[in-house]
Protein backbone atom coordinates (compact mmCIF):
# COMPACT_ATOMS: atom_id res chain seq x y z
CA UNK A 1 0.00 0.00 0.00
CA UNK A 2 1.17 3.27 -0.55
CA UNK A 3 2.46 5.89 1.65
CA UNK A 4 0.38 9.11 1.46
CA UNK A 5 3.25 12.01 0.68
CA UNK A 6 4.26 14.00 3.55
CA UNK A 7 2.60 17.48 3.64
CA UNK A 8 4.94 20.61 4.40
CA UNK A 9 3.19 23.58 4.85
CA UNK A 10 5.17 26.79 4.93
CA UNK A 11 3.76 30.47 6.68
CA UNK A 12 4.97 33.21 4.20
CA UNK A 13 5.72 33.94 0.79
CA UNK A 14 8.61 36.14 0.82
CA UNK A 15 12.53 35.36 -0.20
CA UNK A 16 12.60 32.70 2.66
CA UNK A 17 9.11 31.22 1.89
CA UNK A 18 8.95 31.16 -1.90
CA UNK A 19 12.70 29.80 -1.93
CA UNK A 20 11.57 26.85 0.02
CA UNK A 21 8.77 25.55 -1.71
CA UNK A 22 10.67 25.73 -4.94
CA UNK A 23 13.38 23.97 -3.38
CA UNK A 24 10.28 20.70 -2.98
CA UNK A 25 9.59 21.15 -6.61
CA UNK A 26 10.91 17.47 -7.79
CA UNK A 27 10.14 16.18 -3.89
CA UNK A 28 7.57 13.47 -3.06
CA UNK A 29 5.74 15.88 -0.96
CA UNK A 30 2.77 18.08 -0.90
CA UNK A 31 3.11 21.75 -0.35
CA UNK A 32 0.55 24.16 0.53
CA UNK A 33 2.11 27.68 1.21
CA UNK A 34 0.16 30.21 2.86
CA UNK A 35 0.21 34.27 3.00
CA UNK A 36 -2.11 36.65 3.86
CA UNK A 37 -1.39 38.48 0.59
CA UNK A 38 -1.78 36.89 -3.41
CA UNK A 39 1.58 38.13 -4.23
CA UNK A 40 5.58 38.06 -3.91
CA UNK A 41 6.83 41.69 -2.74
CA UNK A 42 10.60 42.60 -3.91
CA UNK A 43 10.63 44.25 -0.73
CA UNK A 44 14.22 46.65 -1.48
CA UNK A 45 12.80 48.61 -4.06
CA UNK A 46 9.49 49.56 -2.21
CA UNK A 47 10.78 52.99 -2.14
CA UNK A 48 10.83 52.96 -6.05
CA UNK A 49 6.78 53.14 -5.66
CA UNK A 50 6.48 54.91 -2.21
CA UNK A 51 8.63 57.95 -4.79
CA UNK A 52 6.47 57.19 -7.82
CA UNK A 53 9.73 55.81 -9.72
CA UNK A 54 8.19 52.26 -10.29
CA UNK A 55 4.38 51.19 -10.24
CA UNK A 56 3.69 48.33 -8.25
CA UNK A 57 3.01 45.74 -10.38
CA UNK A 58 7.36 46.13 -11.15
CA UNK A 59 7.83 45.00 -7.99
CA UNK A 60 5.13 42.31 -7.06
CA UNK A 61 4.26 39.23 -8.94
CA UNK A 62 1.51 36.85 -8.36
CA UNK A 63 2.48 33.76 -6.30
CA UNK A 64 0.60 31.48 -7.84
CA UNK A 65 1.82 32.17 -11.05
CA UNK A 66 5.19 31.80 -9.88
CA UNK A 67 4.67 28.30 -8.66
CA UNK A 68 2.45 27.26 -11.70
CA UNK A 69 4.31 24.82 -13.01
CA UNK A 70 5.11 23.24 -9.63
CA UNK A 71 2.68 20.65 -9.44
CA UNK A 72 2.77 18.87 -5.83
CA UNK A 73 1.56 23.21 -4.67
CA UNK A 74 -0.78 24.48 -3.73
CA UNK A 75 -1.35 28.30 -2.79
CA UNK A 76 -3.41 29.87 0.25
CA UNK A 77 -4.61 33.45 0.34
CA UNK A 78 -5.29 33.26 4.18
CA UNK A 79 -3.87 34.85 7.81
CA UNK A 80 -2.67 32.08 10.33
CA UNK A 81 -3.90 32.60 13.60
CA UNK A 82 -2.53 29.75 15.74
CA UNK A 83 -0.59 26.55 15.19
CA UNK A 84 -0.79 23.41 17.58
CA UNK A 85 2.72 22.08 17.66
CA UNK A 86 1.82 18.81 19.63
CA UNK A 87 -1.33 18.42 17.44
CA UNK A 88 0.16 19.72 13.92
CA UNK A 89 -2.28 22.11 12.92
CA UNK A 90 -2.17 25.46 11.62
CA UNK A 91 -5.08 27.62 12.11
CA UNK A 92 -6.24 29.99 9.46
CA UNK A 93 -8.55 32.69 9.47
CA UNK A 94 -10.84 30.29 7.46
CA UNK A 95 -9.92 26.49 8.10
CA UNK A 96 -7.67 23.86 9.42
CA UNK A 97 -4.82 22.53 7.89
CA UNK A 98 -2.90 19.40 9.12
CA UNK A 99 0.73 19.27 8.43
CA UNK A 100 3.98 16.28 8.89
CA UNK A 101 6.66 19.48 8.65
CA UNK A 102 6.12 22.85 9.19
CA UNK A 103 8.63 26.25 7.98
CA UNK A 104 7.68 29.46 9.64
CA UNK A 105 8.92 32.64 7.34
CA UNK A 106 6.32 34.84 8.10
CA UNK A 107 8.88 37.98 7.63
CA UNK A 108 8.57 41.12 9.27
CA UNK A 109 6.73 44.39 10.16
CA UNK A 110 7.37 47.94 11.37
CA UNK A 111 8.22 48.00 14.94
CA UNK A 112 7.29 51.63 16.39
CA UNK A 113 9.04 50.87 20.19
CA UNK A 114 5.80 50.78 22.02
CA UNK A 115 4.21 54.10 20.30
CA UNK A 116 2.09 51.65 17.41
CA UNK A 117 -0.91 53.57 18.64
CA UNK A 118 -0.40 57.62 18.44
CA UNK A 119 2.85 57.29 15.96
CA UNK A 120 1.75 54.41 12.89
CA UNK A 121 -1.07 56.84 11.33
CA UNK A 122 1.34 59.81 11.55
CA UNK A 123 4.56 57.87 10.26
CA UNK A 124 3.98 55.02 8.05
CA UNK A 125 6.31 52.41 7.64
CA UNK A 126 7.26 51.08 4.41
CA UNK A 127 6.80 46.78 4.44
CA UNK A 128 3.89 46.25 2.44
CA UNK A 129 2.67 47.61 -1.41
CA UNK A 130 0.01 49.62 0.81
CA UNK A 131 2.50 51.38 3.13
CA UNK A 132 4.50 52.27 -0.61
CA UNK A 133 1.29 53.40 -2.46
CA UNK A 134 -0.10 55.66 1.14
CA UNK A 135 3.77 56.89 1.31
CA UNK A 136 3.41 57.97 -2.62
CA UNK A 137 -0.33 59.60 -2.29
CA UNK A 138 1.03 61.94 1.13
CA UNK A 139 4.44 63.31 -0.93
CA UNK A 140 2.43 63.87 -3.63
CA UNK A 141 -0.51 65.86 -1.84
CA UNK A 142 2.01 67.67 -0.01
CA UNK A 143 3.38 69.23 -2.99
CA UNK A 144 0.13 70.08 -4.03
CA UNK A 145 -0.70 71.36 -0.47
CA UNK A 146 2.70 73.60 -0.52
CA UNK A 147 1.05 74.98 -4.00
CA UNK A 148 -2.05 76.18 -2.32
CA UNK A 149 -0.64 77.13 1.29
CA UNK A 150 -1.31 81.03 2.12
CA UNK A 151 1.80 81.61 3.94
CA UNK A 152 5.44 80.55 3.92
CA UNK A 153 5.28 79.31 7.06
CA UNK A 154 2.46 76.46 6.23
CA UNK A 155 4.18 76.33 3.02
CA UNK A 156 7.98 75.17 4.86
CA UNK A 157 5.67 72.18 6.73
CA UNK A 158 4.51 71.22 3.71
CA UNK A 159 8.16 70.83 2.28
CA UNK A 160 9.96 69.51 4.70
CA UNK A 161 9.85 65.85 4.96
CA UNK A 162 11.45 63.58 7.51
CA UNK A 163 12.85 60.21 7.24
CA UNK A 164 13.35 58.44 10.84
CA UNK A 165 16.25 55.68 10.60
CA UNK A 166 19.38 55.44 9.20
CA UNK A 167 19.59 51.81 7.47
CA UNK A 168 18.97 51.10 3.72
CA UNK A 169 14.98 51.97 3.62
CA UNK A 170 15.73 55.17 5.06
CA UNK A 171 18.99 56.22 2.99
CA UNK A 172 17.35 54.72 -0.17
CA UNK A 173 13.77 56.85 0.98
CA UNK A 174 15.96 60.27 1.99
CA UNK A 175 17.77 60.17 -1.51
CA UNK A 176 14.93 59.41 -3.66
CA UNK A 177 12.41 62.15 -1.84
CA UNK A 178 15.87 64.77 -2.70
CA UNK A 179 15.67 63.59 -6.09
CA UNK A 180 12.20 64.43 -6.56
CA UNK A 181 12.45 67.68 -5.70
CA UNK A 182 15.38 68.25 -7.71
CA UNK A 183 14.47 66.70 -10.81
CA UNK A 184 11.04 64.97 -10.82
CA UNK A 185 8.91 67.85 -10.00
CA UNK A 186 11.29 70.87 -10.76
CA UNK A 187 9.37 73.51 -12.64
CA UNK A 188 6.06 71.68 -12.34
CA UNK A 189 4.88 74.15 -9.69
CA UNK A 190 4.02 78.19 -10.14
CA UNK A 191 4.20 79.54 -6.56
CA UNK A 192 7.16 77.79 -5.07
CA UNK A 193 10.61 76.47 -6.33
CA UNK A 194 10.52 72.57 -5.60
CA UNK A 195 14.29 72.51 -5.17
CA UNK A 196 13.34 74.48 -1.55
CA UNK A 197 11.69 71.16 -0.08
CA UNK A 198 14.08 69.81 2.76
CA UNK A 199 14.53 66.33 3.23
CA UNK A 200 16.06 65.21 7.09
CA UNK A 201 16.86 61.69 7.99
CA UNK A 202 16.96 61.29 11.73
CA UNK A 203 19.35 58.26 13.19
CA UNK A 204 19.83 57.57 16.75
CA UNK A 205 23.09 56.04 16.52
CA UNK A 206 26.62 58.22 14.99
CA UNK A 207 26.47 56.58 11.30
CA UNK A 208 24.19 55.81 8.64
CA UNK A 209 23.55 52.07 7.59
CA UNK A 210 24.95 50.51 10.92
CA UNK A 211 24.38 46.98 10.12
CA UNK A 212 27.07 47.56 7.19
CA UNK A 213 30.61 46.13 8.62
CA UNK A 214 32.35 48.90 6.37
CA UNK A 215 33.01 52.26 7.75
CA UNK A 216 34.15 53.28 4.55
CA UNK A 217 30.65 52.93 2.76
CA UNK A 218 28.60 54.14 5.69
CA UNK A 219 30.68 57.39 5.16
CA UNK A 220 30.29 57.42 1.24
CA UNK A 221 26.85 57.11 1.79
CA UNK A 222 26.28 59.57 4.29
CA UNK A 223 28.19 62.20 2.28
CA UNK A 224 26.25 61.45 -1.30
CA UNK A 225 23.18 62.27 0.80
CA UNK A 226 24.97 65.29 1.68
CA UNK A 227 25.47 65.84 -2.07
CA UNK A 228 21.99 65.52 -2.88
CA UNK A 229 20.94 67.69 -0.07
CA UNK A 230 19.43 65.71 2.57
CA UNK A 231 20.24 67.39 6.53
CA UNK A 232 21.62 64.48 8.08
CA UNK A 233 21.09 64.11 11.88
CA UNK A 234 22.90 61.52 13.33
CA UNK A 235 22.52 60.66 17.40
CA UNK A 236 19.48 62.32 17.24
CA UNK A 237 16.87 60.35 18.97
CA UNK A 238 12.60 61.20 18.21
CA UNK A 239 10.68 61.93 20.96
CA UNK A 240 7.51 62.92 20.01
CA UNK A 241 5.50 62.76 16.63
CA UNK A 242 2.74 65.32 15.91
CA UNK A 243 0.78 66.22 12.19
CA UNK A 244 2.81 69.61 11.98
CA UNK A 245 5.96 68.33 13.67
CA UNK A 246 8.48 66.17 15.21
CA UNK A 247 10.29 66.71 18.51
CA UNK A 248 13.68 65.21 19.27
CA UNK A 249 14.81 64.05 22.52
CA UNK A 250 16.73 67.58 22.60
CA UNK A 251 13.90 69.14 21.93
CA UNK A 252 14.55 70.73 19.19
CA UNK A 253 11.17 70.74 16.67
CA UNK A 254 11.16 70.39 13.02
CA UNK A 255 8.16 71.38 11.12
CA UNK A 256 6.62 68.63 8.90
CA UNK A 257 3.85 67.18 7.30
CA UNK A 258 5.18 64.29 5.63
CA UNK A 259 7.14 61.80 8.20
CA UNK A 260 8.50 58.52 6.89
CA UNK A 261 9.32 55.60 9.83
CA UNK A 262 12.18 53.12 8.58
CA UNK A 263 13.77 53.26 12.80
CA UNK A 264 12.75 49.63 13.23
CA UNK A 265 11.37 46.00 12.69
CA UNK A 266 10.22 43.08 14.30
CA UNK A 267 9.09 39.62 13.83
CA UNK A 268 5.77 38.86 12.41
CA UNK A 269 3.42 38.10 15.87
CA UNK A 270 3.62 34.15 14.68
CA UNK A 271 6.12 33.15 17.76
CA UNK A 272 3.27 34.01 20.40
CA UNK A 273 0.80 32.24 18.03
CA UNK A 274 3.37 29.01 17.99
CA UNK A 275 4.15 29.44 21.63
CA UNK A 276 7.90 29.31 20.56
CA UNK A 277 10.74 30.78 22.32
CA UNK A 278 11.01 34.25 20.94
CA UNK A 279 13.54 37.45 21.63
CA UNK A 280 12.35 40.77 22.60
CA UNK A 281 11.73 41.78 18.74
CA UNK A 282 9.87 38.32 18.20
CA UNK A 283 12.20 36.01 16.79
CA UNK A 284 11.81 32.82 17.51
CA UNK A 285 15.01 30.92 19.20
CA UNK A 286 16.03 28.60 17.10
CA UNK A 287 19.07 25.93 17.31
CA UNK A 288 22.01 25.00 14.60
CA UNK A 289 19.54 23.94 12.06
CA UNK A 290 16.88 26.99 11.89
CA UNK A 291 14.70 24.05 14.09
CA UNK A 292 12.84 24.53 17.56
Given at each position: ?104 AAGMRTHYFGHDADWAPLAPGL ?43 GVEMAGALREIAGRTLARNFRN ?101
Amino acid sequence: MMQPRPHVVIIGAGFAGLNAAMAFEFSNVRVTIVDRQNHHLFQPLLYQVATAGLSAPDIAAPIRKILSGQDNTTVLMDDVESVDLEARIVQTSRRKIAYDHLIVAAGMRTHYFGHDADWAPLAPGLKTLDDALELRRRVLLAYEAAELAESDEAREEWLTFVVIGGGPTGVEMAGALREIAGRTLARNFRNFDSHTAKVYLVEGVDRVLAAMPSKRLQNSAREQLKELGVVVRLETFVKEIHPDRIVTADGEEIPTRTVVWAAGVKAESIAAKIGAEHDKSGRIVVGPQLTL
